[in-house]
């Protein structure tokens, strides 16, 4: 393997160092996939400023000393920007799993395109649906949101491949699109939740485990879960999510705020249109 292009993660929160996105140069909604979409398909989205605000957002990672690199953007994928669900890290290894919806299958093929171009280890989650916006890491405890895009039986599947990681199938209310829109792990002990999605047990699981901060209905429409953590207690974060922000910013986070509202309208944010491929693996000064 190019030991340049190595893939290592272990978590959600270590010191992020390198990170595949897609640019939305073909962004638009064709067909209602998820919630949001619904709220915006009549103006749908101004792809001058959805490129605009995606190169400050990249300028933004590399000024934080993070390697971007670029999937190329096909016109037949409108959601190619939300990089995030075509696959996760996990340990030295990529795992690329099947697209849920129509309209997005096939994105997972220039991903593996990439992968073996660069000799990135990678494994073909064939005939499963997990889509990365339901992967939520921490450790050895993998958290997957069971969802339109993720199914139970594919959950499975992974947990018998991946008999050393505790995986824990988290449902949520159908309605939001993936876990990672209603909850995030920021830190080893800290976590983001909209707790109207979850049931009583989910819930009560998480705030067992985590000191939670709660997102309220108006910032999880604006998905003030759906930051990024790059390390160092540093998250990108949209400016409108004031609340979420402030609350961030208490518990000694650093908030670069960047905005993307032209992306969000299509049902994601900073987490969503980020696929981790390489994080630190030095636990002391992860967080430092």
């Not at 990108?236 to 969000?264: A, M, Q, T, W």
Request: charged share 30%; hydrophobic share 35%; with cysteine.
């Amino acid at each position: 393997m190019n030991e340049e292009l190595e893939a290592y993660c272990a978590s959600e929160y270590s010191k992020l160092l390198r990170v595949i996105v897609c640019e939305p140069k073909y962004m638009e909604i064709r067909e209602i996939i998820n919630e949001t979409q619904k709220e915006f398909k009549d103006e749908n989205i101004d792809r001058v400023l959805a490129m605009e605000q995606h190169t400050n957002f990249v300028k933004s990672l590399e000024h934080e000393g993070i390697e971007v690199i670029n999937l190329p953007p096909q016109s037949a994928y409108p959601e190619q920007v939300f990089t995030r669900d075509i696959g996760f890290t996990l340990g030295n290894t990529v795992y690329v799993a099947e697209m849920a919806t129509d309209i997005r299958q096939g994105e997972e093929l220039i991903l593996k395109t990439w992968l073996e171009k660069n000799d990135v280890p990678f494994f073909n989650l064939c005939r499963n649906r997990i889509e990365g916006g339901d992967v939520i890491i921490d450790g050895k405890t993998i958290y997957i949101g069971v969802s339109d895009r993720t199914d139970k039986k594919s959950i499975k599947n992974l947990q018998t491949l991946l008999s050393e990681y505790d995986i824990i199938p988290i449902p949520f209310i159908e309605k939001f699109l993936h876990l990672d829109c209603v909850f995030n792990v920021i830190s080893p002990t800290e976590a983001l939740i909209f707790p109207e999605a979850l049931t009583k047990k989910e819930l009560a699981l998480l705030e067992s485990r985590y000191d939670i901060i709660e997102v309220t209905k108006e910032e999880q429409f604006t998905l003030g879960t759906n930051v990024l953590s790059i390390g160092k207690r540093k998250v990108f974060s949209l400016p409108c999510n004031k609340k979420v922000n402030h609350k961030l910013r208490e518990r000694g986070y650093s908030v670069i705020e960047v905005d993307i509202s032209e992306i969000i309208k299509s049902g994601g944010s900073f987490r969503c249109c980020t696929m981790p491929l390489l994080r630190t693996t030095n636990k002391k000064t992860e967080l430092a």
